[in-house]
């Protein structure tokens, strides 16, 4: 939504002659994703069991769920940090009867000839497979693969940047002839500083935490982090380009999610977020949503659908 709406926008500015959201140059702009990289792994991870009965995916039904860390609220005050998170990932650097099983897997789906290496991986590995289950019966936790790197990735929040943004391309069209989304996505030093000192308060408190007995944090170098931030985003939350404010000379849509510019026009993505905030936007674009739908029910039943036209309508619209 966050590439689609101001996509949309523009087009529809666009045929009103750059009228409606031109004057103020703000719809498209402070494009912002979270920012995502490994900073840090446990080297060497003196105690297995601990790590993944700690940090190892958890089965909850319906679904499964990690550890994250997050900076308190003083720290964020007194340092002035985004809002961000750390989680620990394991992952395979050598080959296993999980990497077997998971090939194996992706060749049945692909309707693709049994490979016989796939299951003799599998056999070789079958003490991990059992201890495996165990551990999901018992511990309800996904055991890593033998031999494991884990991995501490930091997620953070962007802070607002008016130049990263969205803009209709000039050669690039989609089925229809309309001009395709155009992204321009862009880090600051602001955002390096805050992802390095992040960096910084997480491997302090790891050391002076019971967490440091599991393992000693080799940080990982800032030339590697900084060029993954710079080539690539999370790439899962975008946000940022219709944003919500208290007036249209900061941003393109009201707190009702109600456009300044055309009062009839309702923008209902995580476009309207002023900020990516710590975590998935996915429950609180829900309870926006909500707000919205509960503003337009309130205002059709003030003056239900029809009443324009001088007859009393056959049938009222009394919620969305």
């Known amino acids: 939504g ?9 087009l529809l500015d666009a045929q009103h002659d750059e009228r409606l959201f031109r004057p103020h140059q703000l719809l498209g702009r402070y494009f912002f994703d ?9 080297e060497p991870p003196r105690d297995r069991q601990g790590l993944n009965d700690a940090f190892g995916i958890r089965f909850v039904r319906p679904g499964m769920r990690d550890v994250r860390m997050e900076p308190s609220a003083g720290l964020r005050r007194r340092a002035r940090l985004p ?18 099983l998971r090939e194996l897997y992706r060749r049945t789906q692909s309707d693709a000839a049994l490979d016989w290496r796939n299951v003799l991986g599998i056999a070789r590995d079958l003490d991990w497979f059992l201890q495996a289950a165990w551990w999901r019966a018992m511990r309800h936790r996904l055991l890593a693969p033998r031999q494991a790197q884990y991995r501490v990735v930091l997620v953070t929040e962007q802070f607002p940047n008016r130049e990263s943004r969205i803009t209709l391309s000039n050669d690039k069209f989609d089925a229809y002839g309309a001009p395709l989304a155009r992204i321009v996505w862009r880090t600051t030093g602001r955002d390096m500083d805050a992802f390095r000192a992040l960096q910084t308060e997480f491997a302090r408190f790891w050391a002076g935490s019971a967490l440091g007995s599991l393992g000693r944090l080799a940080l990982a170098p800032e030339a590697e982090w900084r060029s993954q931030l710079q080539s690539s985003s999370d790439i899962f939350h975008p946000g940022g380009t219709t944003r ?7 941003g393109v849509v009201d707190a009702d999610l109600r456009s300044f510019q055309c009062p009839n026009l309702y923008v209902a993505s995580t476009s309207v977020f002023p900020s990516a905030g710590g975590a998935n936007p996915t429950f609180t674009l829900m309870a926006l949503s909500l707000r919205a739908a509960d503003h337009i029910a309130a205002k059709v039943r003030r003056r239900p659908i029809g009443a324009t036209i001088g007859a009393q309508p056959e049938l009222r619209a009394v919620g969305v």
Not at 2 to 9: D, G, K, T, V
Not at 34 to 42: K, N, Q, V
Not at 244 to 250: I, S
């Open 34 to 42: 979270h920012m995502s990289a490994p900073i840090a792994t446990i």
């Open 244 to 250: 919500m404010a208290a007036d249209r000379a900061r």
């Open 83 to 100: 809002a961000g998170f750390a989680h620990i990932t394991a992952t395979s650097v050598t080959p296993s009867g999980f990497d077997s």
């Open 2 to 10: 966050a590439i689609e709406s101001p996509r949309l926008l523009l």
